[in-house]
Each structure stands twice: as structure tokens, then as C-alpha cells.
């Protein structure tokens, strides 16, 4: 259902590819770095031309990774538009499909880079991923991925910024895609809807359909069924 290729050469080439080839979301990966090692929250860079799509999706994920992580969220709600002062925004405006630049953690800072480095908080950020691609593109399709600073043609030893402790923000971005690509291309679609049903013994009284993860709650001494 989904199937996952990475684009490499310099950021507008790899958007010219992608657009090429009709993927259907593009992400670019990387992390946040500051002189301040205490600078910690989870941030999504769209391009100021950026889809209503693009934004709900960069929203879903910064905020997914607050939770999973606790750590606060930056930009506005999760999401700079524009990229920090325009940086980031030529890495996505040439695109012609969603795209998103994810930026989770800050690997300056020593709680988060010893964190980054461990297979386990790498598969849960690739879940985040997964999950998010699963939400936005339900019904499968071609995804684009690339690493962010790795593989540039005009600077092709660039790999970001340095990680606390050791360590490089490109290679541990490409460990984190490569795993998202591994749940992808094994597993299904979320299901957009559900349906739900109003029972006397055998007959049904009602039913209708509502939201794959909407919460359900039947209140007895009421008698009142909340969907929320």
C-alpha cells in the first residue's frame, strides 16, 4: 500500500525528483541545535506556500512528539511556517504535493542526544511518522524521503549538526527514516471510519459511523452515549 523512496542530491533537485515521480507527501528529516544546551521542544518547518494539508499534518506530528515525549512544542502550535527566518522554506517550496520538515528534538541538548541515539526512541519516532503518513494519506500510495544535509551535491559532507556526546544529525536522521520506511512498506492504512451499533438482543436499534479513533462512552446511570 505504501511504498517509500529516498531522494538524494541538492534540496531542489530532490523536490524536482519527487514531483516527477507524483509522490504523494514528502518529509524531510533533521534535528534542532542551540548554543543553549537547556533549548528542548519539538518543531515542524512547512514552506510558506505550504498546503492547509501540509499544516495540519506538521501540527499532528510536533505535537504526537510532545506527547510521546513530553517536551514542550515550538513555533506556533508546533508549526513554523516559513522556516526560521526563511530557513528550510527552499527545502519544501518546490514541491508540489504536502510536505513537511520535521525537527523533534535538539540534539545539543544532552538529555535528548543520549536519548536519539538508542534504537527505542528511534523506532518510537519513526511510529509518530508512520502513524502521521497513515492519517494524512489513507489510502497508500508513493512517499518521498529525505535526509536532511546527507547527500548534497554541493556539499557533500555536510551531515548538520554535531550530536552531544558524538554523533551527527544526518546520520541519526537517516537511521530514524529507514525505520519509518521498514513500517510502511509493512502495514496497512488506518481506517478513516468506523461503525458503531445500538443493540436489543439481535436488533439493532442504531448505528451510524464515526471516526477510527474516537473515544466511546456509555454512561448507564444516565443513559447517555458520548462520542468525542
Not at 101 to 106: A, G, I, K, M, N
Not at 131 to 144: A, K, M, T, Y
Not at 196 to 207: C, T
Request: net charge negative; aromatic share 12%; glycine share 10%.
Amino acid at each position: 500500500m505504501y511504498q517509500v523512496k529516498f531522494y538524494k542530491g541538492d534540496y531542489y533537485a530532490r523536490q524536482a525528483a519527487a514531483n516527477e515521480d507524483q509522490c504523494k507527501l514528502y518529509i524531510e528529516q533533521h534535528f534542532n541545535s542551540s548554543a543553549s544546551q537547556s533549548a528542548n521542544y519539538s518543531v515542524v518547518v512547512t514552506g510558506y506556500n505550504a498546503s492547509q494539508t501540509s499544516k495540519n499534518w506538521g501540527r499532528w506530528y510536533a505535537r504526537a512528539v510532545s506527547q510521546e515525549f513530553d517536551i514542550p512544542v515550538g513555533g506556533e502550535s508546533g508549526l513554523l511556517v516559513g522556516g526560521y527566518n526563511g530557513r528550510g522554506d527552499y527545502n519544501l517550496r518546490f514541491t508540489n504535493m504536502p510536505a513537511i520538515l520535521l525537527e523533534p528534538f535538539f540534539v545539543s541538548n544532552p538529555q535528548t542526544a543520549e536519548l536519539i541515539k538508542t534504537e527505542a526512541a528511534q523506532y518510537r519516532l519513526a511510529s509518530i511518522l508512520t502513524e502521521s503518513i497513515q492519517r494524512f494519506l489513507p489510502n497508500g500510495g508513493l512517499v518521498g524521503f529525505s535526509v536532511g544535509h546527507k547527500y548534497k551535491n554541493s556539499s557533500p559532507n555536510d551531515r548538520g549538526a554535531a550530536v552531544f556526546g558524538g554523533g551527527t544529525e544526518a546520520d541519526i536522521a537517516e537511521a530514524v527514516l529507514l525505520k519509518a520506511q521498514q513500517q510502511l512498506e509493512t502495514v496497512g492504512a488506518v481506517p478513516q471510519e468506523r461503525e458503531i451499533k445500538v443493540m436489543q438482543g439481535n436488533e439493532v436499534l442504531w448505528k451510524g459511523n464515526i471516526d477510527f479513533d474516537a473515544d466511546v462512552r456509555w454512561d448507564g446511570q444516565r443513559g447517555v452515549l458520548t462520542v468525542s
